[in-house]
């Protein structure tokens, strides 16, 4: 089944105590991103990845990190978790962007797959 | 102007009804939107890409006017289980990164 897997799927952490929260897929995506989702906010980028060794800040990249050393795992790091970083995770994949087209014209129904979320308190 | 606008809501509609949703967004060049449906607590999920020429699926209708920078979306006969937010969102910037509108929130009662 192709999926994007994240975990934990919930943490509570103190102030200044470095996390990973790791994301996986299963689909040979090339592209993946981080969002975070806050209330009246919405979704907002944090990192993305074009491709293995390739990656960019997003709208809020500020207070993380990411690497991509293989395809399939894309993990963000909050190297000292403050509590402004309390929020909604989720991790997303998808294929090339310029594939896009040629998917969508094969009425391929998912763009991007978002991982199952990530609720983080940071007290 | 914010890249991607959604009336916030919510919405609230008996079964049965028609509800529209709006969106507009601010790069002329973008080149792709969707409308997203997210559950609360969950992940958000594609509900249906938007074409130029308009494009239904079901009782969801989609549409684009590109000169006005607006898109929308039409749910007939609205079910229960069309509760949910639902999200404008563009592909757009140098990067080609899909941009998420706030969502709009939509509750049917029965």
């Known amino acids: 089944e192709a999926q994007v897997t994240q975990n934990p799927r919930y943490l509570i952490t103190v102030t200044g105590k470095k996390l990973t929260v790791t994301c996986s897929q299963n689909m040979n995506h090339e592209y993946m991103s981080w969002y975070r989702q806050d209330p009246g906010l919405g979704l907002r980028q944090i990192y993305y990845?074009?491709?293995?060794?390739?990656?960019d800040k997003g709208d809020v990249p500020e207070g993380y990190k990411v690497s991509r050393k293989e395809k399939r795992n894309f993990p963000l790091i909050l190297e000292s978790p403050s509590p402004n970083q309390t929020s909604l995770y989720f991790c997303?994949?998808?294929?090339?962007?310029?594939?896009?087209?040629?998917?969508?014209?094969?009425?391929?129904?998912?763009?991007?797959?978002f991982g199952a979320g990530t609720r983080l308190s940071v007290l | 102007r914010k890249e991607v606008e959604q009336d916030p809501g919510p919405f609230n509609v008996p079964e049965g009804a028609t509800v529209a949703f709006n969106c507009t967004y601010s790069n002329s060049a973008s080149q792709s939107f969707f409308w997203y449906r997210q559950d609360c607590r969950k992940e958000p999920k594609l509900l249906m890409s938007v074409y130029s020429s308009g494009n239904e699926d079901g009782r969801f209708t989609a549409q684009l006017n590109r000169a006005s920078q607006y898109i929308s979306l039409l749910i007939r006969d609205s079910k229960l289980s069309d509760s949910a937010t639902y999200l404008c969102?563009?592909?757009?910037?140098?990067?080609?990164?899909?941009?998420f509108g706030k969502g709009t929130k939509l509750s049917v009662k029965p």
């Open positions: 969102v563009v592909k757009g910037g140098s990067q080609g990164n899909l941009i």
């Open positions: 990845s074009m491709n293995v060794e390739v990656t």
């Open positions: 997303a994949s998808s294929i090339k962007r310029r594939d896009l087209d040629f998917l969508r014209s094969l009425l391929a129904k998912n763009i991007q797959y």
